[in-house]
């Protein structure tokens, strides 16, 4: 472990944040990358940024990139591989002894608005959910992508008990498999989603909602926010935070009845992650 696995992350326009308990939120190291995704596995924490992938450490950052992989939209750690999840498509990573990174590229072959990749999400197994510009594909880990019935851009991915939430330009549908999608109840554009035991939320243009099915949504305050990325504490359910663009980081510990901004975290907030320690 990196020592990061029992922390709170909060992915910003300046860096990467975390909970230092007493002494509040502090950014971590001296980069001030725009953070647009953050994926923690195996005891490794992993960075995608506008400027690359990183692997974060509490001591350092190291760089996975090379100068081809650039606008990472989305990372994930897949065993001892990763994919990055970038503006001009997907790319398997492999860190040699050496400590280098070799890349190898498996959409150059799809369209350019289904390369622009912003999200992804382990299927099981060697698959994904990938979300694109384009819609959202099922990549079956070997460089092949099916189409799905989702057309519209997607922005965030979750797996929600048993089954798959997309939150997309035209609302937020529902899956049992990742092949047929059916639309729920929100026709607004999502940008973020969340999700823990029997409960889900999102961010949307008008604050966060909530669900217990996925396919019914109801208000749960900040209205008149845009809402990019929402967490839920896996050792509370009550404890949410929502991240603002503008708007920074904002915390509710009675189920989103109440909410306190944190004026330490005034950068707009594109991801959160709760503590793996506590993750259900």
Avoid at 9 to 19: K, N, P, R, S
Avoid at 95 to 116: G, H, I, K, M, Y
């Amino acid at each position: 472990m990196n020592g990061l696995h029992d922390a709170w992350l909060i992915g910003t326009h300046a860096g990467i944040y975390t909970d230092a308990g007493q002494d509040g939120w502090q950014r971590l190291g001296g980069y001030q990358f725009a953070i647009n995704g953050i994926d923690r596995k195996h005891g490794r924490v992993l960075a995608a940024t506008g400027s690359g992938v990183w692997e974060v450490r509490k001591d350092r950052w190291i760089q996975r990139h090379d100068e081809t992989l650039t606008e990472v939209m989305d990372v994930m750690v897949a065993g001892d591989s990763i994919i990055a999840a970038s503006a001009y498509g997907i790319a398997y990573g492999r860190t040699e002894p050496s400590q280098a990174t070799r890349w190898q590229w498996l959409s150059d072959s799809l369209p350019v608005n289904q390369r622009f990749t912003n999200t992804i999400l382990s299927l099981g197994g060697t698959g994904q959910l990938v979300g694109t510009e384009g819609g959202l594909l099922v990549h079956d880990g070997s460089g092949q992508f099916q189409p799905t019935e989702i057309t519209d851009g997607i922005r965030d991915l979750v797996r929600f008990g048993t089954r798959y939430l997309a939150a997309t330009d035209s609302g937020i549908w529902t899956s049992e498999e990742g092949l047929l999608w059916q639309k729920g109840s929100v026709d607004d554009g999502s940008f973020a989603l969340a999700a823990t035991g029997d409960l889900a939320l999102a961010g949307t243009e008008d604050g966060v909602l909530t669900s217990k099915d996925g396919d019914h949504w109801q208000a749960a305050r900040l209205a008149g926010m845009r809402v990019c990325a929402v967490e839920i504490s896996g050792a509370d359910p009550d404890h949410w935070c929502a991240g603002g663009v503008p708007g920074g980081l904002w915390i509710s510990k009675d189920g989103g009845r109440c909410w306190q901004d944190v004026p330490q975290i005034p950068n707009e907030v594109e991801v959160i992650r709760a503590p793996e320690a506590n993750r259900s």
